[in-house]
């Protein structure tokens, strides 16, 4: 459901994707390495993190070879990994262990990866394991959590004279009308070129403190009329723009150059993920910039007078059906999950239950913020999905929101009211095509 | 000497049974067609199958849907409007023909620094178009390169959000696309004026014929060829605009021209079918387009003397 592409992946991606088609190992029938066989030999796991896979990843692979000894575990870093590896699965090669792209429809994941045991079972063990799981089936395990909200420069907003998060809207657009007028910096920062963290106004669900609402989410013909979800997250960034909170340029924005821009203040606040933060932090030390001034807030809503903020897996990891070591390629995911320390060492929610929480978001929950875990929609499972394709609202993505963002700056013709009303016309109608 | 005019046949060539006759030719074509056919034709008849099913590009199975696709192409506004963005190039396309005949021309006779010049017109083709997007990304930021140089010109109240205002941007866009094929079309432009005969110069010099006359009387009529070739480029060129406002705005801001749409449709969407059935339009237009312009432009052996 959620299509999180970039997390910490974003970081400077200088290292080479390999070239597709060296996938070398992963080949073999499908059946010769069945769950039960040994855990010896060598494998391919895929990742996005071009940046780690020749300094971290080797390191755990190391770990990991001296505790089953004989195995081998070779990265292959894809840059592009959502297009690249989607089609690497329609070629039937593609490495033993690797990140689920987003493309996968929840109920194409038995066509490409193998099942790792029922929903219930892992539940117990595992959070997110439902994100990724169809007909009781697990078929990927997080390998860290994120939590969503803003990244804010504290120093900003307290120089604007707010010092804790707003609690509604209203209260939140006052507060980047002040920091516009007492200080120089952006108030808000779109990265509205990049386009992709537009698609974190579709990660604040939570905020409405229902678990049944990835459920009746696609069962309701119109989500942005007022006083629901999308009315309310689109709606607010529709009024950040329209009050113009947000960059001169938004079509020259750049998601790399914004870290070190939040970092010394000239941005106040940006939309993402809590993986954002060390980021963040590291572009404020290497810009000479306190690392303290940043900080994570909630989303500006309170449901019942209490902040909720939806924690959610990022890329789930899978075992490949074609591969060739399928003992070794599991031994490896469960310990990569478990043991490998991954997700600490990301600042991320790690996947096992009781582990407990990053020192960033700790103080993020301590400020009164309730961490929901959504539960994935089950009768109505991949149905938000197949309206996303029919009626091309990429919900998760930015093409509608660009196109939002400019309506609200006068770019383009429209008000929020009838480009809200169309929207809720277009899904509408591929709602009843795909519902019926 | 007569006995050479007619050699007797050698006895054995009779002798021999007739040939099974061997088609040759087959075996030199072979890797030509097999090449030609595994990538073009094929994928081509892939295309329009896909564009008659609804498919998502991963799922074993596709839905046979008949004309569907096409009827959506066609009605939907959001598929068919994107078609409008294409006039912005094809205007522009005019001015870059007009520029590189300009300067074909031109270089084409002696003119001091002629090879430099030749060299500084051709380079922006040769390079990348990725790179040329960053490079012309960087020059339309606010306070970038281009409005530095304006203020510098003392017209720096002209300054504007070259890609944020909608007004501009997609002339912002075309020009940056101008920039970069002018380099093409002079190089063809040139290469045809150079196989004109150096002769029939000398001889209109002497007929006391100026640069215009030459250029009216031999050297546009000498190239018409060409000038046709560069009108189906430019006019499918701008049907199938992509790289540069891909890159540049990603489609945003009313940019989004026919095949970014047909790409973000494919791949962001998973409609690889409606994807399809976009580009066998597209195909089908640019064919249709040429087709007319060949018949109002006909392909007459091209005589100077």
Redesign the interface.
């Known amino acids: 459901m959620t299509t999180r592409r970039h997390w910490l992946g974003l970081g400077l991606a200088t290292t080479l994707a390999l070239a597709a088609g060296c996938t070398g190992g992963a080949g073999g029938s499908d059946d010769d390495g069945g769950a039960g066989g040994e855990v010896t030999g060598e494998i391919t796991v895929l990742t996005n993190r071009t940046d780690l896979a020749e300094t971290a990843l080797p390191a755990y692979a190391k770990e990991f070879e001296a505790k089953y000894p004989g195995t081998k575990v070779r990265f292959e870093a894809v840059t592009n990994y959502e ?1 690249d590896v ?1 089609a690497q ?2 070629s039937g090669d593609y490495g033993d262990v690797l990140l689920i792209p987003n ?3 929840v109920d ?1 994941l038995g ?1 490409f990866f193998e099942p790792l045991g029922s929903t219930e079972e892992l539940k117990a063990k595992y959070r997110f394991v439902d994100e990724k799981a169809f007909d009781g089936q697990v078929y990927g395990l997080s390998i860290g959590g994120v939590a969503n909200g803003f990244v804010v420069n504290k120093r900003i907003w307290q120089q604007a004279g707010i010092t804790a998060p707003p609690s509604t809207p209203e209260a939140f657009l006052a507060g980047l009308t002040k920091i516009k007028q007492s200080t120089g910096a952006v108030p808000f920062y779109t990265n ?2 990049d ?1 992709w963290p537009l698609g974190f106004f579709n990660s604040q669900r939570a905020i409405l403190a229902d678990p049944a609402i990835n459920d009746k989410f696609p069962a309701d013909p119109a989500p942005w009329q007022p006083g629901k979800i999308e009315y309310i997250t689109d709606g607010l960034l529709f009024d950040i723009v329209h009050n113009g909170l947000i960059e ?5 924005t750049n998601w790399e150059g914004s870290k070190p821009m939040i970092a010394t203040g000239k941005v106040a606040t940006m939309l993402l993920g809590s993986w954002a933060v060390p980021q963040m932090k590291a572009a404020a030390t290497a810009a000479g910039a306190d690392p303290d001034d940043i900080a994570f807030w909630p989303f500006p809503y309170q449901t019942g007078g209490t902040f909720h903020a939806r924690i959610e897996g990022d890329y789930k990891a899978a075992v490949s059906r074609s591969s060739g070591n399928k003992a070794t390629a599991r031994a490896w995911l469960d310990w990569f999950v478990n043991e490998s320390g991954f997700a600490g060492d990301q600042e991320a929610i790690p996947p096992a239950v009781g582990q407990p929480l990053p020192a960033g978001l700790q103080a993020f929950q301590d400020t009164g913020v309730e961490l929901v875990e959504l539960p994935a929609a089950t009768t109505n499972a991949g149905k938000e999905d197949e309206i ?2 029919e009626s ?1 609202i ?1 919900l998760a ?1 930015h ?1 509608y929101r ?2 939002l963002v ?1 309506i609200a700056r006068g ?2 013709k429209g008000t929020k009211d009838s480009y809200f009303a169309d929207l809720n016309k277009r899904w509408g109608d591929a709602h009843s095509r795909v519902m019926r | 000497m007569t006995a050479l005019l007619s050699p007797p046949r050698p006895e054995v060539a009779t002798k021999r049974p007739p040939r099974k006759k061997i088609p040759v030719h087959w075996f030199y074509l072979a890797p030509a067609l097999i090449l030609l056919i595994t990538f073009t034709y094929v994928p081509v008849g892939n295309m329009v199958w896909y564009s008659f099913h609804k498919w998502d590009g991963l799922s074993p199975a596709m839905d046979p849907v008949g004309w569907d696709n096409y009827v959506r192409v066609f009605t939907d506004e959001r598929y068919w409007r994107v078609f409008l963005i294409s006039l912005y190039y094809f205007v522009a396309s005019f001015a870059q023909i007009a520029i590189a005949l300009y300067f074909a021309v031109i270089l084409s006779f002696s003119t001091r620094f002629r090879n430099l010049f030749k060299g500084i017109l051709f380079f922006p083709y040769l390079l990348n178009g990725v790179a040329v997007g960053f490079v012309f990304l960087y020059l339309f930021q606010p306070g970038g390169t281009l409005d530095s140089v304006l203020r510098l010109a003392g017209l720096g109240e002209h300054a504007r959000l070259w890609l944020g205002d909608p007004d501009v941007a997609n002339i912002a866009l075309a020009g940056t696309s101008v920039w970069r094929f002018t380099g093409l079309s002079f190089v063809l432009f040139l290469g045809a004026i150079q196989s004109i005969p150096g002769e029939i110069y000398e001889a209109a010099d002497l007929d006391g014929a100026n640069r215009w006359h030459q250029f009216r009387y031999i050297i546009a009529p000498g190239i018409r060829r060409i000038i046709s070739l560069s009108f189906i480029l430019a006019i499918s060129g701008s049907l199938a605009v992509f790289e540069i406002p891909f890159i540049m705005t990603g489609g945003a801001n009313g940019t989004r021209t026919f095949v970014i749409q047909a790409y973000e449709t494919a791949f962001q969407f998973r409609q690889i079918g409606l994807a399809s059935s976009m580009a066998v339009v597209l195909l089908l237009l640019v064919l249709l387009i040429t087709w007319i312009q060949r018949r109002l432009v006909p392909d007459d052996e091209v005589s100077l003397s």
């Open positions: 297009g989607t699965l329609s493309t996968v429809a194409q066509q509205y070129k386009g001169k340029d938004p079509l020259t996303i394709k091309e990429d993505g093409i660009q196109k400019d770019a383009a």
